[in-house]
Structures are given as structure tokens and as C-alpha cells.
């Protein structure tokens, strides 16, 4: 059974920085497009970054504006998202999805972790 936990999420001034993590166990780490989305308080869930199996290969939303940047470990399983220059907007609970498509739509996700929150304050 694949599993994901995420960690790292809290609390930040606007113009500061979080660095959230994704440990994926129980499947083949390597197979699996990796995906951060995020969903604020009675709003959709929209992708933040995704990045290929390879790492080669990277979706960024919008918003990102080089602000953010996911990067994968292979030989830990591990993803990250490094959020900079945080604003009050990006306010939201961060899910961490893997799946076997490189994709820009949840649905394509299988797998999903439990949400980590990050709050941007001041």
C-alpha cells in the first residue's frame, strides 16, 4: 500500500519561506510523477508544482512565479516543496500526490497524503 506523509508545514511572516516535505513508502518511488496541490478555505484544489519521474520535467501553476520549487530525492523517496517569498494568499492546507501520470489534473493522482497546513501571517 503506497503511502504519503507530509511534514513541514506551519506558520510564516509574508515574504518568509517554509520548505515542506512528502515521503512516499509501500510502492515504487521511482515509477511515480509527484505532485504538491493546495486548497484554501472554501476554494478548489489547484496544483502548485509537479515534477516527473525523471525530475527532468516540471508543471508550474501560475502563481508560483519562481517563488516555489519542487525537487525529488529518489534515493529517499522524498519530495519537496520550497515555498519563498510566502504572501498571505498562499494560505492554504499543501497535499502531497503521486501517480503514474505526469499530469496537471488531480484526478491522475492515486495516491494522496493528509495535507500539511501552512499559514502566512503577520
Known amino acids: 500500500q503506497v503511502q504519503l506523509v507530509e511534514s513541514g508545514g506551519g506558520w510564516a511572516q509574508p515574504g518568509g519561506s517554509l520548505r515542506l516535505s512528502c515521503v512516499v513508502s509501500?510502492?515504487?518511488?521511482?515509477?511515480?510523477?509527484v505532485a504538491w496541490f493546495r486548497q484554501a478555505p472554501g476554494k478548489e484544489r489547484h496544483l502548485v508544482l509537479a515534477?516527473?519521474?525523471?525530475?527532468?520535467?516540471?508543471y508550474s501553476a501560475d502563481f508560483v512565479k519562481d517563488r516555489f520549487a519542487i525537487s525529488r530525492d529518489n534515493a529517499t523517496n522524498t519530495v519537496y516543496l520550497q515555498m519563498n517569498d510566502l504572501k498571505p494568499e498562499d494560505t492554504a492546507v499543501y497535499y502531497c500526490?503521486?501517480?503514474?501520470?505526469?499530469?496537471?489534473?488531480?484526478?491522475?493522482?492515486?495516491?494522496w497524503g493528509q495535507g500539511t497546513q501552512a499559514t502566512v501571517s503577520s
Open positions: 509501500g510502492g515504487s518511488f521511482t515509477s511515480y510523477a
Open positions: 500526490a503521486a501517480g503514474r501520470m505526469f499530469s496537471t489534473r488531480d484526478y491522475d493522482y492515486q495516491y
Open positions: 515534477i516527473h519521474t525523471s525530475g527532468q520535467g516540471i
